[in-house]
Nanobody, 116 residues
Framework: QVQLVESGGGLVQAGGSLRLSCVAS????????MAWFRHTPGKEREFVAN????????NYADFVKGRFIISRDNAKNTIKLQMNSLKPEDTAVYYC?????????WGQGTQVTVSS
């Protein structure tokens, strides 16, 4: 059974940093795109960043470029999202996803709240 388990969310002041982690299990993810999405009530879910699990190539949404960094640790089957210079508008539930490339598997989400 495939599982994606996120952690690392929390409350932080504007300008601060958080690092999210996603531990993937249940299958081999080589060839998958691993991604982070976020969702705020009243808005559609939006893409944040992704990384090719094998090649390590990355893509970012424009609104996080220069602030967020996605990375992977293949030995630990873990995807991380380093979030710096956080803004109140980054407040959302952040989800880890895996797909080829459209997401097939989703985690349960972790709440990130940025206070002004």
């Amino acid at each position: 059974q495939v599982q994606l388990v996120e952690s690392g969310g929390g409350l932080v002041q504007a300008g601060g940093s958080l690092r999210l982690s996603c531990v993937a299990s249940g299958r081999t993810f080589s060839g998958y795109m691993m991604a982070w999405f976020r969702h705020t009530p009243g808005k559609e879910r939006e893409f944040v960043a992704n990384i090719n699990y094998y090649r390590g190539t990355t893509n970012y949404a424009d609104f996080v470029k220069g602030r967020f960094i996605i990375s992977r640790d293949n030995a630990k089957n873990t995807i991380k999202l380093q979030m710096n210079s956080l803004k109140p508008e980054d407040t959302a539930v952040y989800y880890c996803a895996a797909g080829i490339p459209t997401p097939i598997y989703w985690g349960q989400g972790t709440q990130v709240t940025v206070s002004s």
